[in-house]
């Protein structure tokens, strides 16, 4: 689940988290690991909210709050993700294919060196981009080869799409193809 919003709970002493689980389910109980930026905390879900009503087990596609305790509040901010303990990673780089918008809906040629603002999931980090070696510059409508340095590591996994912007505005789309080892 892509955290969304972080709500603390009862002075602090618990935090619901917002979301939209996006595949398994998630039962009252469960462990949950906090991935990406400086998470990296396991922690049990002490309840489960939908639509306003408490609920035992949520599972994929549906909008939930998971209520956790208030330690995890510190440790949890939009643009994480929770997630079964060990099965997803959080990564500070990655390869991808990127497809430029046009000119005119506000893409800009892209160089290596240039500093984008990366969307993925819910998280928005800045990143530098560095494209293929033989490739000096890729200009709006075109697709290309980059490998990203983003600035705090972020919950990846392959085949994720996200979206960017380059000069404050939106400048095209991407999936990820590949995850350092």
Not at 150 to 157: D, I, M, T, Y
Request: overall charge negative; cysteine-free; charged content about 25%.
């Amino acid at each position: 689940m892509g955290v969304e919003d972080v709500f603390p709970r009862d002075q602090g002493r618990r935090v619901m988290l917002t979301g939209r689980i996006e595949r398994g389910r998630v039962r009252r109980g469960d462990e949950v690991e906090i991935v990406g930026f400086e998470g990296g905390v396991t922690v049990t879900v002490e309840d489960i909210e939908a639509s306003r009503r408490r609920v035992d087990e949520a599972s994929a596609d549906m909008n939930v709050g998971l209520l956790l305790p208030g330690a995890a509040a510190g440790a949890a901010e939009r643009g994480q993700v929770l997630a079964a303990p060990g099965s997803i990673g959080a990564h500070a780089g990655f390869t991808a294919d990127l497809s430029l918008l046009a000119e005119e809906q506000g893409a800009a040629e892209v160089r290596t060196g240039d500093r984008l603002l990366f969307h993925l999931r819910a998280a928005v980090v800045l990143g530098t981009a560095a494209l293929a070696p033989e490739t000096t510059r890729l200009p709006p409508l075109h697709k290309g080869t980059v490998t990203v340095t983003l600035e705090r590591p972020v919950a990846l996994e392959e085949g994720q799409p996200f979206a960017f912007r380059h000069h404050g505005r939106a400048a095209g789309s991407g999936t990820v193809t590949r995850l350092p080892d």
